[in-house]
């Protein structure tokens, strides 16, 4: 019964999110979620070049951010969106999947240090330009 209920409240909750219109206030939280996964990807990235990360972890955590940062290309390219932002929503799905190819290429070779070190200056540009998407 707990797990029922446990898988009731987490479908309940993934609905919830990349939902509805894109309208300013989305555009901002989904840049925002964007800028996260790369920002986060940029020190994974750092990580394994410096060789400061196992393995696995660098594997799996690559695969699980570049997945999400997919689905919210996804996301932004099929959900509609309020006039006037339709460029800057559209500029953010491909961030998002430009952020989801570079975070695929670090799960791809999570022991390449030149790879993990050739992704971190792109990765950061990514932060930065998920930031000015979110104004």
Not at 51 to 71: D, M, P
Not at 76 to 87: F, M, Q, W
């Amino acid at each position: 019964m707990r797990r029922a209920f446990a898988l009731c409240l987490s479908a309940a909750a993934l609905t919830g999110c990349n939902g509805g219109t894109v309208d300013r206030h989305a555009l901002k939280r989904d840049a925002e979620k964007v800028g996260s996964l790369a920002a986060e990807g940029e020190l994974l990235a750092d990580d394994v070049s410096k060789h400061a990360s196992t393995t696995y972890f660098a594997r799996v955590h690559a695969e699980e951010l570049s997945q999400a940062a997919s689905n919210l290309a996804d996301s932004l390219a099929e959900r509609p969106t309020s006039n006037g932002i339709e460029a800057k929503v559209h500029r953010l799905s491909r961030l998002a999947a430009r952020v989801s190819a570079q975070l695929e290429q670090l799960h791809l070779h999570p022991t390449d240090r030149l790879v993990a070190r050739s992704l971190r200056q792109p990765l950061s540009d990514d932060v930065h330009a998920a930031d000015r998407l979110s104004k």
